[in-house]
């Protein structure tokens, strides 16, 4: 027998239940890793209150951890028992002391990276290695905008803007995560709940504007991130954190500039295992260099059982950087 965080209804942070399950044995291609440190996603939050609805109930959550191989499927060539191993992909069920991963979802992770960085950095690392080196690639001295600077996914696009060179300005909700995104990299901040995004953001660029603005708030910044942009410019919607853009007239894209938008996932990125080793290849790198440092504080290490009360302090903006579960 072992622990995991189950829901049977799509609902707010107290449908997560913490539960006995019996883990099945790993089918001939996955891997059942024992989890030392599993990463909490703002993603999560949609799954668990249905706005990513899941398929079957009752259903596990979460999708990155790291930690050990404990057993290994009979075709399974890449890994052993015992290797330290993360993962990001995987079917839903990593709020759990033990999890069965698809071989081809898991990388082993350097001895130089912990397993509490692994967890809290592997989704969100990859989504920046996405978002600045494919949905656009970001150029040396280029400046552009990133929304929610001192969440986690946005202190290592802080850092990685400035291994190569970028000029981030990130938006923030209170000086203290200014000064946190500024720590990490950041060229300039725009303090949201003081200062007019769209006019800092021209006169921090001379009245230019920016090329590309990276945008995971969702409905509460959608036309501050097309008012930031410069003619032909780039919105890469990513996330949803303020609720979804609903309702959109095309004809504002023309109105502000023939302006362009995706929305963009890391599953339309990384879709197989070459994939998946370059962009973890890139960020290892600069994760072992020490150019990307990922500290979780204490206050935002939950006991894996207290799965609940981390999506509740995590909904309440309260944190900065990267949240973890702990088994």
Request: net charge neutral; hydrophobic share 40%; with cysteine.
């Amino acid at each position: 027998m072992a622990k995991r965080i189950q829901f049977n209804a799509h609902g707010g942070p107290d449908v997560l239940q913490w539960i006995d399950f019996e883990p099945a044995d790993p089918a001939e291609n996955e891997i059942q890793v024992e989890n030392k440190a599993i990463g909490i996603n703002y993603i999560d939050t949609y799954v668990r209150s249905g706005l990513y609805p899941v398929g079957n109930f009752p259903s596990g959550l979460g999708t990155e951890a790291a930690g050990v191989v404990k057993r290994i499927g009979k075709n399974v060539t890449r890994f052993t028992p015992g290797d330290r191993v993360v993962y990001c992909q995987a079917a839903l069920g990593a709020y759990s002391e033990l999890h069965n991963v698809a071989e081809d979802r898991l990388m082993l992770l350097p001895d130089a990276i912990s397993f509490e960085q692994g967890a809290a950095s592997f989704l969100k690392g990859l989504t920046v290695q996405y978002l600045l080196r494919q949905t656009y690639k970001v150029k040396p001295d280029e400046i552009f905008l990133f929304h929610a600077a001192a969440g986690g996914v946005g202190l290592i696009a802080c850092q990685w803007a400035k291994a190569l060179g970028a000029h981030l300005i990130g938006t923030v909700g209170s000086a203290d995560k200014a000064q946190l995104a500024k720590n990490s990299g950041a060229w300039a901040t725009i303090n949201y709940r003081e200062e007019n995004i769209a006019q800092r953001v021209s006169e921090l660029t001379e009245g230019k504007k920016v090329a590309v603005a990276y945008d995971s708030v969702g409905k509460d910044t959608w036309e501050a991130s097309l008012d930031s942009l410069r003619r032909q410019g780039l919105l890469v919607s990513f996330g949803n954190s303020s609720g979804p853009v609903t309702g959109i007239d095309l004809g504002i894209l023309n109105k502000k500039g023939s302006l362009f938008v995706t929305r963009p996932s890391l599953f339309g990125y990384i879709t197989n295992r070459e994939e998946l080793e370059i962009a973890s290849a890139e960020l290892f790198s600069l994760l072992a260099s020490g150019a990307i440092k990922v500290d979780v504080p204490e206050q935002q290490k939950f006991a894996l059982k207290d799965a609940s009360q981390a999506h509740k302090t995590l909904q309440s903006r309260a944190t900065h950087g990267s949240s973890l579960l702990i088994p």
